[in-house]
């Protein structure tokens, strides 16, 4: 390689330039959606704006949200992890296994969870970064085997009994008036906001999707950053797993983590995470959660049926995917 053809290579800064770029176009039309839905539903409905409404929509979108940020970043990297809500349902069953039937003490129990979703992450992320394994194949995979293993390994039966009042705070406790699980949600949002931002592999991330030749020319380990960002995205799947579990009050085997990683693979694009990679940023994906918890909100409140919430989610997330694609095949900047 020449060192002119080096030289028109994109180069971290300029990765970091284009996010940055276009971050306002997308945060702009869709903080002007939500403050239009929610001037609607206000009128629409009776009870929307009431602190109780409104602490309750921010509790619905905790969970997506957390799985969220870590969808997200596996996109920023130019990767995919769908495997998400079964590593959440697998962690989840885990951790309710471990504080109801064999009484481990909870803070070994969340860390023996935390680290089995990492360790699965991070599995994903090996066998896609050394192994030239495709990130839709792998993860699809890894759905399979978690689901396999939950359901092997409960026979389909969920954990209900036994669960101590320390853990089923994580889920249901409150820090004064607010739910702890949105305080656990606030917090992630934070760290991952500055991690992206302030760090080196934040901004390895961001160059290495938007271009990964690029990246590895400029000395980036892509192989091992790659890896790493699935092991943050089975971080963030296990602690939703943990949450969720708090939450019901019981480690569920069933589907109820696909769902949340459907809604949470919606709010990250909705939010302006590229499919391609490199472009995005976690105030986008909060904001699109925020939306999606207003619109069921909303159409809950107008005794819209849940089927028909599905179907509005998949023309939602549909139109976003159209949206982006616009928007980079017009090259926005």
Not at 271 to 277: R, Y
């Amino acid at each position: 390689m020449t060192s002119t053809e080096a030289q028109e290579l994109p180069t971290i800064e300029s990765a970091q330039v284009r996010r940055f770029s276009l971050r306002i176009n997308p945060l702009i039309g869709l903080g002007i959606g939500l403050i239009v839905l929610s001037v609607v539903l206000s009128i629409a409905t009776d009870g929307f704006f009431t602190a109780y409404n409104l602490l309750n929509i921010f509790r619905q979108i905790s969970l997506t949200s957390i799985m969220a940020v870590g969808f997200g970043i596996t996109v920023l990297s130019g990767g995919m992890d769908i495997s998400l809500g079964n590593v959440a349902a697998l962690t989840g069953m885990t951790v309710a296994w471990l504080v109801a039937t064999v009484g481990v003490s909870l803070g070994l129990s969340l860390l023996l969870a935390l680290s089995l979703g990492t360790f699965v992450g991070l599995i994903n992320g090996v066998i896609i970064a050394y192994l030239g394994v495709p990130p839709f194949i792998t993860t699809l995979a890894m759905m399979f085997i978690a689901q396999g293993i939950t359901f092997e390994t409960t026979r389909g039966y969920p954990i209900y009994e036994g669960m101590t009042r320390e853990f089923l705070f994580i889920g249901q406790g409150y820090i004064g008036p607010i739910p702890f699980p949105v305080v656990i949600m606030a917090a992630l949002f934070v760290v991952a906001h500055l991690f992206l931002s302030n760090t080196k592999l934040g901004q390895y991330i961001y160059a290495i999707g938007g271009n990964e030749e690029a990246a590895r020319y400029t000395g980036v380990n892509v192989k091992i950053v790659k890896t790493a960002t699935y092991g943050i995205a089975g971080f963030c799947a296990a602690l939703t797993g943990v949450v969720m579990t708090s939450r019901l009050g019981s480690g569920q085997p069933a589907a109820a983590g696909m769902n949340f990683f459907l809604t949470a693979a919606t709010a990250a694009i909705l939010g302006g995470i590229d499919l391609k990679g490199g472009i995005g940023n976690m105030l986008g994906v909060f904001v699109g959660a925020l939306f999606l918890g207003v619109l069921s909100n909303g159409l809950t409140l107008l005794k819209v049926s849940a089927y028909m919430q599905w179907i509005v989610m998949g023309i939602i997330l549909v139109a976003a995917i159209v949206w982006n694609s616009a928007r980079a095949n017009r090259g926005i900047e």
